[in-house]
C-alpha cells in the first residue's frame, strides 16, 4: 500500500551532518504520521524522531534532540532527517516508517509501513 525508501546515509566524520531522505510511493503520505528509528547490530529498533501528518508536531528522543530535525513535504511525498552535530553513538540503520493518523508515537509497532533503511556511520 505504501512503499518507503530511505536515501542520503553514509560515512561521516564526528561533528559532521547528513540529511536523510524518504521518499514514498503507492499513497500520499498527506494523512500518514511519519517517524525515523534507527537499530544497531545486536539491538531492537529505538525511537528517534516523529512528525505529525500535517507537520505541526515533532518530538525527539532525548539522545538527539538539538542536533536531528525531522521534516516533511507532502506535496512532494517526502520526509527528511536532518542529521547535525553527529556523534560515534549515531551509527546505525535507520528506518523511516508511515501510520495513518494524526501522529505517530514512539513505538515501533505502532507503524504499519518501513523503508529498507540506510546506513549512517559515524568515525571519531
Known amino acids: 500500500q505504501v512503499q518507503l525508501v530511505e536515501s542520503g546515509g553514509g560515512l561521516v566524520q564526528a561533528g559532521g551532518s547528513l540529511r536523510l531522505s524518504c521518499a514514498a510511493s503507492?499513497?500520499?503520505?498527506?494523512?500518514?504520521?511519519m517517524g525515523w528509528f534507527r537499530q544497531s547490530p545486536g539491538t531492537e529498533r529505538e525511537f528517534v524522531a516523529r512528525?505529525?501528518?500535517?507537520?505541526?508536531?515533532?518530538y525527539y528522543a532525548d539522545s538527539v534532540k538539538g542536533r536531528f530535525t525531522i521534516s516533511r513535504d507532502n506535496a512532494k511525498n517526502t520526509v527528511y532527517l536532518q542529521m547535525n552535530s553527529l556523534k560515534p553513538e549515531d551509527t546505525a540503520v535507520y528506518y523511516c516508517?508511515?501510520?495513518?493518523?494524526?501522529?505517530?508515537?514512539?513505538?515501533?509497532?505502532?507503524?504499519?509501513?518501513w523503508g529498507q533503511g540506510t546506513q549512517v556511520t559515524v568515525s571519531s
Open positions: 512528525i505529525s501528518w500535517s507537520g505541526g508536531s515533532t
Open positions: 516508517a508511515a501510520v495513518r493518523g494524526v501522529a505517530g508515537g514512539g513505538n515501533p509497532n505502532e507503524y504499519d509501513y
Open positions: 503507492g499513497r500520499t503520505l498527506s494523512y500518514y504520521a
